[in-house]
C-alpha cells in the first residue's frame, strides 16, 4: 500500500474517533429531541395543591392553604395576597418547553438546575399530612447568547425530573414572603379625611381641614404662633397611603405609648397605637364607624314616600363604610405591622414641631403717635422771582465784645 493511502487511512481514522467523541458528549449533554412547543407541566389541578414551597435552604418560605386561600407559614400564617397565589401558579403551568437537553443528573449543576444552584425553586406540595412533592419547577441559568433557559419539572419519578429542557419564557418568581402579602394597610382619599387628632404623653392635638378649603387649621393653636403648613398636611395625610414592610401576631410585652386618629367624613374612625422597639416603629389599628343611626328603607306599603335615587345611594355608602369598618377590625386584629421610620415620623410628630413663631411686624415710625416729625420746608430756588435774596435786607452787623467803642 502506498504511502498516499496510508495517509488518507489515518485522516479518516483521526476523524472517525473525532465524530465519536462529540457523539458521546451530545449524547450527555444535548438531546436529539428537537419538537415543537409543549407544557413542562401539565394536568396540574390546583385544587389538589396544600402548599407552596418557595426557594430553598435559609431563603424558602412557605404559602400553606387555609380554608378559601392561603396564608404564609413564616409570617404567624398572616393571610397571603391572593392574586400573587393565583399569578404563581399560572406563571408555572404557562412555561413552554422547545429544546430537550440532557436526562443526566451529573450536568444538572452546570446548567444550574439543581436546587443549590437554580435561580428560582418552586414546589407544589399535596394535602397529604406528610406534604409530599405534588409537582415544582427549577429554572436554571439562561441559554448561550440568551436563547431561552433551562427548566427541569420535579417530580417524584426521576425519569421525569432528571429531564432538562430550554424554554423561552422562564418567568420571574419574587423572593421573600413579604412580596405574597398585601402590604397596603390604609388607603384613604385626601379629600375624604376630615381631621386627625395626634396623642402622646406630652399632650394632644387636632388638626382639620378648613371649611371649603383644603388649607389645614389647628385647633386651639397658642397665641404668637403660627402652623407650618407643609408639616402639617403630611401629618394630616399620613393615612393616604399606609404601607407596612413587616407583620407579626402581637406580642404581649409591646408597649404603646402614642395614638393617631384620623377621623373620615363618612363617620369612619382609623385608630392606630404606636409603639417603638428595637429602633422600628409598629402599629396596631382598628376601626370604627361612628354614625350609629339605623339605616331603614322606606315601606311603601306603610304609607311611607319613595325614596330617591340620592336618598338610596346616601343609605347604600352608609351600610357599606360600616361593612368595611367591620371587616377592617377582623383582619387586623391581634396583628403588629413594622412601618418604615420616615412615615412613621407623619404619624408621631409632636405639636411643637408643627409651629413656629409669628413673624413681627417691621416697626413703623408713622404709628408711633408720641413721635413728633418735623415739617420739612422746601429750599426756594434762586431762580424764583419772588425770593428775597441777602442783597435785598440789610443785615445788622454783630459786635465784637472785643473791640473799643469809638
Known sequence: ???KKLTILGIVAVLMVFWAVMQSRISNRSGVETTGLSYLIQGLDPSGVGSIVIGTGEDAFTLKRQKDGFVVVDKDNYPAKTSEINSLISKCLEIQTSEFVTDNPANHEDL????????????????????SLLTGVVIGKTKELGQGSYVRMLSNDPAVSNKVYVTSNAPWFASGAMNYIDQELISAKSEDIESVTVSSQDGVYTLRKKQDSE???LDNIPAGKKLKSSDARSVLTALTSLRFDDVKKLPPDMSFDRQYMCRLKDSTVYA??????????????????????PVEKASIDQGGEVESEEELKKKEAKLLARDNAVKFTTKHNGWVYEIAEWKAKNLTKELAELIEDEEKPKEDAAADPNLVIPEIIETPKAED???VTSEDVDVPKVKDPNTPDN
Do not use: Q
Open 112 to 131: 444550574e438546575v439543581t436546587e443549590e444552584k437554580a435561580r428560582s425553586v418552586i414546589k407544589f406540595m399535596k394535602t397529604d399530612p406528610n406534604s
Open 385 to 387: 422771582a419772588n425770593m
Open 272 to 293: 392606630l397605637r404606636i409603639a417603638k422597639k428595637d429602633d422600628k416603629t409598629y402599629v396596631s389599628c382598628v376601626t370604627e364607624f361612628t354614625d350609629k343611626t
Open 1 to 3: 500500500m502506498s504511502n
Open 215 to 217: 388649607d389645614v387649621i
